[in-house]
């Protein structure tokens, strides 16, 4: 008879685990996740229609379909009945073929995942920008570029006019590679550079701005002149 006493309790406590570990995160999708191909990455794009708790979208992508990997994270709308429409860029995307996937993570950890998307890689991705100095500069401008592979990286550097007053060729290995562009003997005024490597560009916009101690000396020089035309 106590084993049939504690059996009667331990059943309920059972079931209720049982329900906890079949909670799914409520979420209802209104356009399902795509993905477009962009010279610097894909775009993954995903809307919902109501969300109830929600805390985060993960996004996950695979090379073969069947083991993913954690690539990225946005955050959700908690709690809502209108369209939220979310996007995330994976700059990371070099396989011919790519797949990708959202884990939906309820505040209280619960979590579901949406439907998978196979979608064909149109662009090589040879290169990304990490990470630069500011684009407002007197003389020199800096930029970190992360190269997937060994090449050539062509640049040139191009006033408002369009002219190109600056163009060269450099060795990228595989990794993190320092480029820098000397504007000391550019005009002030705004600059297009264009980074190339394969059939893969991108373009930065510069900014050459006076330097504030030459001004400051040359406007000096030029009241002395005054003053002894003057005198």
């Known amino acids: 008879m106590k084993s049939l ?10 079931f209720s685990i049982a329900l906890i570990q079949l909670s799914f995160a409520n979420c209802t999708y209104e356009q399902i996740i795509q993905g477009e191909n962009l010279q610097i990455g894909t775009m993954l794009t995903w809307s919902t229609s109501y969300e109830e708790n929600t805390a985060m979208f993960i996004i996950e992508k695979s090379i073969d379909g069947s083991e993913f990997v954690e690539v990225g994270s946005v955050k959700c709308a908690g709690d809502s009945d209108d369209v939220k429409e979310y996007n ?16 939906q993570v309820d505040q209280d950890g619960s979590f579901s995942y949406s439907e998978i998307l196979a979608i064909n890689q149109v662009y090589k991705n040879n290169f990304m920008v990490a990470r630069m100095s500011a684009v407002a500069t007197t003389d020199l401008f800096e930029v970190t570029i992360d190269a997937i592979e060994d090449g050539d990286l062509k640049y040139s550097l191009a006033n408002w006019k369009g002219e190109v007053v600056l163009e060269d060729q450099v060795i990228v290995f595989n990794g993190l590679n320092e480029l820098s562009i000397d504007l000391t003997d550019q005009r002030d005024g705004i600059y297009k550079l264009a980074l190339n490597m394969e059939d893969e560009m991108e373009t930065l916009v510069l900014k050459k701005i006076p330097d504030e101690i030459t001004r400051k000396a040359n406007m000096a020089s030029k009241n002395k002149g005054l003053e002894k035309g003057k005198n």
């Open 5 to 14: 006493n504690s059996l009667r309790y331990f059943l309920p406590a059972l």
């Open 88 to 103: 995330f860029l994976d700059v990371m995307s070099n396989e011919s073929k790519m797949f990708y996937r959202l884990r």
